[in-house]
């Protein structure tokens, strides 16, 4: 059983086109995030959702909508592709919002061509 | 503001020990260390909250100064499966914003 599980594992597109990132937990968790990971392996937190309340929005550009239908489930819609977007996103979940040990999915590649 | 990590990397024969420091410029309320391979999620290793506490994991273990905002982390005794990437995140509240550094890369030779 996969705790934290993210569709597609691969995502190949070309720049402008609009792809969808699916990310569900079944730890029983209140709290899951988006971190993108880029080339040179920072990891940098982009949204976090505490049953389905969003409560970090990191500085990340509109193009990027989060949404959350229930507290298993958080997932990132990316408009408008564009190169800089490549990167490996990871979704991750916690129980309760605030030190608490992140359980991450296996990551989703995205290459923006 | 994210953590400074160094070294940026390290390479040790098994059985040889190392230590990887985070620092902040902001007082902490907790740290974290996590792991990660080539290709796959990082891996929760230990969080240490304020109060100075030691933690271990294995012969993996760390450490936390409050009040210089630095926390370290000590392999000890390296195994292969000590190879990765370490990362240490930060939280300056309990909001759960972790602001990670920009790793370590560990490579444990035989």
């Known amino acids: 059983d996969t705790a934290v599980s993210q569709t597609p594992k691969y995502l190949v597109t070309q720049m402008g086109n609009d792809k969808s990132i699916k990310c569900e937990q079944n730890l029983g968790h209140d709290t899951m995030y988006w971190y993108k990971q880029d080339s040179k392996k920072f990891l940098k937190i982009m949204f976090s959702y505490n049953n389905k309340e969003l409560i970090i929005n990191e500085t990340v550009p509109n193009r990027f909508s989060p949404k959350s239908p229930d507290k298993a489930h958080l997932n990132l819609h990316i408009n408008s592709l564009e190169l800089g977007d490549s990167a490996v996103y990871f979704c991750?979940?916690?129980?309760?919002?605030?030190?608490?040990?992140?359980?991450f999915g296996s990551g989703t590649q995205l290459s923006v061509l | 503001q994210q953590p400074v990590q160094s070294p940026q990397a390290v390479i040790l024969r098994e059985g040889e020990d190392a230590v990887i420091n985070c620092s902040s410029s902001?007082?902490?309320?907790?740290v974290h260390w996590y792991r990660q391979k080539h290709g796959e999620a990082p891996v929760f290793l230990m969080i240490l909250l304020k109060g100075g506490e030691q933690k271990g994991h294995d012969k993996i273990s760390a450490s936390f100064n409050e009040k210089k905002q630095q926390s370290s982390l000590y392999l000890t005794a390296s195994q292969l499966s000590y190879s990765g990437t370490y990362f240490c995140g930060t939280e300056t509240d309990s909001w759960g914003k972790l602001q990670f550094g920009a790793g370590t890369q560990v490579v444990v030779t035989p």
């Open positions: 902001k007082a902490l309320y907790s």
């Open positions: 991750a979940s916690s129980q309760g919002q605030g030190v608490g040990k992140l359980f």
